[in-house]
């Protein structure tokens, strides 16, 4: 089969398992709709690798833990204040650690508003056992080297594909109900 007919295959076996299930509207909670403080926001700051320095040099945490390990044990062994002040002298243990900043660029900005949908019970077309819209798995399928196949909408209970059509309401259809 080459991409145009597994294409093909694919969009006529999802009508053909849409077929006998139930459609679900999915309202957004009129309550829960805020606007967004970081609408129209492109930009974000991630915190980047830790480095770890022990004495000026560039250290592993796993070497810096086992350094800081044996260290305490050589320290813990000494009686007096000043066989300790003389061993801290003699052996600095000076620690840092940093992070950097990483800036990303999305291509999608922040929506204008935030909000939650209704929670809704739906019913499989397969074995009408009743759960929560929340509860629908995803899964793919590859069909041989030229593609995959994927649904949203696979029932928790039984595995069947495409076991209710779910319709969400947009932010738009749910400002226009306020």
């Known amino acids: 089969m080459n991409t145009r007919e597994i294409q093909q295959f694919v969009e006529d076996n999802i009508k053909s398992m849409h077929k006998d299930a139930k459609v679900y509207m999915i309202f957004i909670d009129l309550n829960s709709i805020k606007e ?27 070497e810096l833990k086992q350094k800081q390990k044996i260290y305490m044990e050589q320290y813990s062994k000494l009686k007096t204040d000043q066989e300790k002040q003389k061993f801290v002298k003699k052996n600095p243990f000076i620690s840092e650690q940093s992070r950097n900043l990483i800036e990303t660029d ?33 899964d793919y399928i590859t069909l041989g080297n030229d ?29 226009e109900r306020k």
Do not use: M
């Open 36 to 62: 967004n403080p970081n609408a129209s926001k492109r930009d974000y700051i991630h915190p980047g690798q830790i480095t770890y320095i022990l004495n000026g040099k560039d250290i592993s945490e796993e």
């Open 106 to 138: 999305s291509l999608n900005p922040e929506p204008k508003y935030l909000y939650e949908y209704i929670n809704q019970e739906v019913e499989c077309k397969k074995c009408k056992q009743k759960f929560s819209f929340e509860e629908l798995q995803s």
């Open 147 to 175: 593609g995959e196949t994927f649904s949203d909408e696979v029932c928790p209970k039984c595995g069947e594909w495409w076991c209710v059509v779910i319709q969400y309401e947009t932010i738009e259809q749910a400002l």
